[in-house]
């Protein structure tokens, strides 16, 4: 049996140039990305770095990067509560299907320990929803932060 | 080990209620479904099944029903050969208004290790849900090619 991984499929209206630009542009990524800017020079073996409000909150090294197809870079959560977690990848796969995008997001490499799995199974749902909606819609859903959302919507 | 199972999660800007009506309407199915229609009164022991051209290609029972909350059936396939022998699977929807949004959690679950018939389920899934999400938020279809659906078997 092979490591623990994580994979999420989801089809989108729009073309595999904008799909890669939402991808690797900080300020694409900071509008359904909660806020979180990436940043890179896009070199395989570079660095890469999202930041919320000027904070390091994921970093990791340029795995491979293959516009408009491919996209991997490894993935250290520097968010407080995630200190002590190995570090994963993630592989972003994009397949033209007709006038949608096929978008293949595997997340691998994860700890046995199951933490990383637990803290990154609900957040990219909530990511790639937004995504989707930003794409096919214009604007992002109003995903708000898990805690408070379901208290309000109670 | 854990049990082989297919779940997704996706938020969608609408309702509860417009999200049950479009897991539970004919009408809507065929439009994200790939042609298909849901053909059930929805009451929990009813039958339901899953219709494509007029030919039934999934059955089974109804095994939870709260509206607009939770909604489970039991599914058998008959259109391939392929995957006729596989066991009767379970598909629960769990609906939760998230904000102004509403998560929607489907599960499907029991398969035999080892079988076809997940990976063609884990193929589906994200196809029909992306479709849904789509229709729900912007009132039209995305037009996924509808090969997307079978190339959890047919390919390998």
């Known amino acids: 049996m092979s490591k623990p991984e994580y994979v999420y499929v989801t089809y989108i209206e729009t073309t595999a140039d904008t799909l890669w630009r939402a991808l690797t542009d900080g300020d694409l990524t900071e509008r359904y990305w909660f806020g979180n800017r990436i940043a890179s020079d896009w070199t395989p073996g570079s660095a890469y770095r999202f930041t919320n409000a000027g904070s390091p909150t994921v970093e990791g090294e340029v795995i491979v990067f293959d516009p408009v197809r491919k996209l991997a870079h490894s993935w250290i959560d520097r968010k407080p509560e995630a200190a002590g977690e190995s570090a994963s990848r993630v592989t972003f796969d994009l397949e033209p299907r007709g006038k949608v995008v096929k978008l293949t997001v595997t997340h691998d490499e994860l700890g046995e320990d199951g933490r990383t799995r637990r803290s990154i199974s609900g957040g990219w749902p909530m990511v790639l929803s ?16 898990p805690s408070c959302s379901a208290k309000d919507a109670a | 080990m854990p049990k082989p199972q297919f779940v997704y999660v996706t938020y969608i800007e609408t309702t509860p209620e417009k999200l049950w009506e ?53 599914f058998k396939h008959h259109k391939y050969e392929e995957l006729r022998g596989e066991p009767t699977s379970r598909v629960v929807f769990t609906i939760e208004p998230f904000g102004s949004l509403v998560r929607l959690t489907v599960l499907h679950d029991g398969f035999v290790e080892g079988g ?22 912007t009132g039209k279809l995305l037009g996924i090619p509808r090969a997307a659906l079978n190339k959890g078997f047919d390919v390998k």
């Open chain 2, 116 to 137: 076809k018939y997940l990976g063609a389920v884990s193929n589906g899934w994200p196809a029909i849900l992306s479709q849904l999400k789509s229709l729900l938020e």
């Open chain 1, 130 to 145: 937004n995504l989707k909606s930003l794409l096919e819609t214009g604007h992002v859903i109003e995903i708000a932060a």
């Open chain 2, 22 to 74: 479009a897991l539970t309407s004919s009408e809507f199915t065929r439009q994200y479904w790939f042609g298909a229609e849901v053909n059930s009164d929805w009451k929990v022991g009813s039958p339901f099944a899953l219709l494509l051209d007029g030919e039934v290609t999934d059955s089974g029972e109804i095994l939870e029903a709260d509206p607009p909350r939770r909604l489970s059936y039991s």
